[in-house]
């Protein structure tokens, strides 16, 4: 069995730190929903309490992305030979249930509210509305440069992105109140505060739950990866194929190759472990070379031997 994962600096599996910015936008929105909370009981909005609620759901979920995002830059140790990597995983899955759950709340409160409408003091909401445009919107630009490599700081920034939109809808809908006097606009603003948030949190519980349980990841193709394998030079047969995420920025591979030559050869094992990584984004690969002797066959050969 060869097994190699050691590569040079654009290969690095340390993940880029983004302490700084997980601490000013807790922050920032951990005061923004003080304020939130203030002047929604001031101005009687319920879109402004859910709003604050959301908020409040989203510094949980910042500091559940932050102590994960620290603790997948940990060592491994005997008892843990991959590190906490998989943390990072845990902590978008929790953020997701959490979110699912004020999701109903939300919801609940504002068909409840259909059937009695309260006044709203909407320049209020205007003013706080547009303060969470703000404060959204720039917590959301210090995530920005790790979104796209990163489930778990994609998370903090989409999150941060659609509190930015929605308060966006509460902005407009105090601004509707106040020129048409619809106070039904409130409970409706609520509901679709709830969808918006509802649509991405499945998304996010999805694709963590899918990881948890060692789904391939979204972003890999296995019959691609199957077939670039399957076209190596002296290579047979690809059989035993596992791909599996071991945190929000590193993908594992083990597969066994048939290889009748019985060499062990590094300058074929280093250009498979390159182009995994440079093909698929597959940072961590375990290769097992075999001669293919049908009279000692791999017992993991058969599709479906795990």
Partial sequence: MAHNHSYDHDHSHVPKNFDRAFIIGIGLNLCFVVVEVVFGLF???????ADAGHNLSDVLSLLFAWGASV?????PTQRHTYGLRRTSILAALINALVLLVAVGAIAWEAVLRFGHPESVASDTVIWVASAGMVINGFTAWLFMSGQKQDMN?????????????ISLGVLLAAIAIKFT????????????????????????????????LDAVPANIHPDKVEAYLASLPGIEAVHDLHIWAMSTTEIALTVHLTKPDAVIDDLLLIQINNELHDRFGIQHTTVQFECGDTSHPCKQAPAEVV
Wanted: hydrophobic share 60%; no cysteine.
């Fill in 43 to 49: 101005a009687n909005s319920l879109a402004l309490l």
């Fill in 71 to 75: 603790l997948v830059r940990k060592l």
């Fill in 181 to 212: 006097g619809w106070l039904w606009i409130d409970s409706v603003v609520s509901l679709i505060v709830a969808v918006i948030i509802g649509i991405g949190t499945w998304s996010l519980f999805r694709e963590s739950l899918n990881l948890t």
């Fill in 153 to 165: 700081i994609r998370g903090a920034y989409l999150h941060m992105m659609a509190d930015a939109a």
